[in-house]
């Protein structure tokens, strides 16, 4: 149990740390949650939700996003 509990402390911190980098990229280029979210045919509550490690984005979703955006 002990060695699950880690791991999903581990999976959390991760999903953090992406979505803090994708906001500081964001930020960086001066481009709006809308303009990402649009962009990346996403919507924007859940870009939001990706930055702030609420949801993490499956390998697809953060391709749509740089792809579109960064």
């Known amino acids: 149990m002990v060695k699950s509990a880690l791991g999903a402390t581990a999976r959390a911190q991760d999903t953090e740390s992406v979505g803090a ?12 949650l809308r303009q990402v979210a649009d962009r990346a045919g996403l919507s924007e509550g859940f870009v939001s939700q990706l930055e702030r490690g609420v949801h993490s984005g499956s390998i697809a979703t953060l391709q749509k996003i740089l792809i579109g955006n960064l």
């Open 21 to 32: 980098r994708l906001r500081e990229r964001r930020l960086a280029l001066r481009l709006t």
